[in-house]
């Protein structure tokens, strides 16, 4: 069996020039016990434009009857931009139907999750992020009977809980010279650290475990 995972850049993998930077589908295959992870996840993509570069597809040609099928998105769904937005209750929800189809059809296993929240705080109260996006997944998940990951209430309860300081650190919150990489720093509440990363796949490999598919 192998876990493939679907989603963008709060899932993707990262190389070691751009740490602390990292996805935590990076960091999945060090949490399910010796299951491989296929993680296709990738930056700035939503569902409309990962379908538009043919990346489920490619994962279509390789997955086999018993794989899992992760699929995450909703950051760049919600973008103005006209090549990655979509409308959560109308095309965002079908292309997800076509993500969990192509995983049936393939006789392999979707398993659809929300995503994480965002770290907005405002006036000491961590704000709401994503809109209708996640309520369009869980709506899904239980129309088609397809297994669901609640990440957005985990991460957002995490972060809840941390508060605005203490949650800072798992986020790319860097100052200017502290990584190689990131030479004037980065001010930035959606991406995580390895930290934030670390977490996140916790709460993913947790969350495969109680549904029995790990």
Known sequence: ????ICGDSTAA?????????????????????????????MAGR????FLAEGRLQA?????????????QFTHNDCSPLVWRHTDPWTSFRNNLALFVDTALQCKARPVLMTPLCRRYWHDG????????????????????????IEMYEESFAHVKALGDEG???L???????????????????????????????????DGLKRLGMI
């Open 171 to 205: 986020f790319m919150h860097l100052a200017p010279g502290e990584y190689p990489g990131w030479p004037d720093g980065s001010i930035d509440d959606t991406h995580t650290r390895r930290e934030g990363a670390e977490a996140w796949a916790h709460v993913a490999a």
């Open 59 to 71: 994962i279509e040609a390789e997955i086999r009857p018993g794989d899992l099928l992760l699929i």
């Open 167 to 169: 949650s800072r650190p």
């Open 46 to 49: 939503s569902t409309k434009s």
């Open 125 to 148: 109260e961590l704000q709401p992020s994503h809109g209708d996006y996640p309520a369009v997944i869980r709506m899904l998940a239980m129309q088609r009977n397809v297994p669901l």
């Open 13 to 41: 993998s990262y190389p070691e020039e751009m740490a602390p930077l990292t996805g935590w589908g990076q960091l999945l295959g060090g949490l399910t016990g010796g299951i491989p992870v296929e993680n296709r996840a």
């Open 1 to 4: 069996m192998k876990i493939y």
